[in-house]
């Protein structure tokens, strides 16, 4: 089911610089319907992320690979953290000769070294939490590699299953990524 990324055609690397902002006690599904609800008093966020491409399937969809590392910092909060995750990602939009577009969700782990407030809130902590990060992506079909990104970073404990952690934190992003 799963084949190798044809070489020739597909650029496999990718490395990306994210910025964004705290999304506060909100959780992703209220920030997804209305992303000024975010709270850049509490913290801003800086990330890197370094991603690979190792597969197709049904023509439109790949499977990637991402480790990334990022900061979370403000007057309320500084914190560092880092992430591994499976990406899949759907690129078959008929626009695409026109705005290239992919839209890519993950599931991985994430591990933050100190808690936020929106964290400190729950009675159970756990320093490594769930890592979910739905993202779009646009770039000019002539220039696929230069990639617009925008992204959540969402790190949770899955209804309990991390520890008893049933809160996270969110952080809404824009960055580039360039394929290489």
Do not use: C
């Amino acid at each position: 089911l799963l084949s190798p990324a044809p070489i020739a055609t597909e650029k496999l690397w990718g490395l990306a610089v994210f910025f964004g902002s705290s999304g506060g006690q909100h959780d992703m599904h209220q920030l997804l319907i209305k992303p000024w609800l975010l709270h850049p008093e509490d913290y801003v966020w800086t990330g890197a992320a370094v991603n690979r491409r190792i597969g197709r399937f049904w023509t439109d969809f790949s499977v990637e690979l991402e480790g990334g590392v990022g900061h979370r910092f403000g007057p309320r909060y500084s914190g560092n953290e880092a992430w591994v995750a499976t990406f899949v990602r759907y690129d078959g939009f008929f626009w695409n000769d026109r705005l290239y577009t992919t839209l890519a969700a993950s599931t991985g782990l994430n591990y933050l070294d100190s808690f936020p407030r929106e964290e400190l809130a729950s009675r159970r902590r756990s320093h490594i939490l769930h890592y979910f990060a739905p993202e779009l992506t646009f770039a000019l079909p002539d220039h696929k590699e230069h990639e617009f990104v925008f992204r959540f970073h969402h790190r949770s404990g899955v209804f309990g299953t991390f520890n008893g952690v049933w809160g996270g934190s969110n952080v809404v992003s824009v960055g580039y990524r360039h394929r290489f």
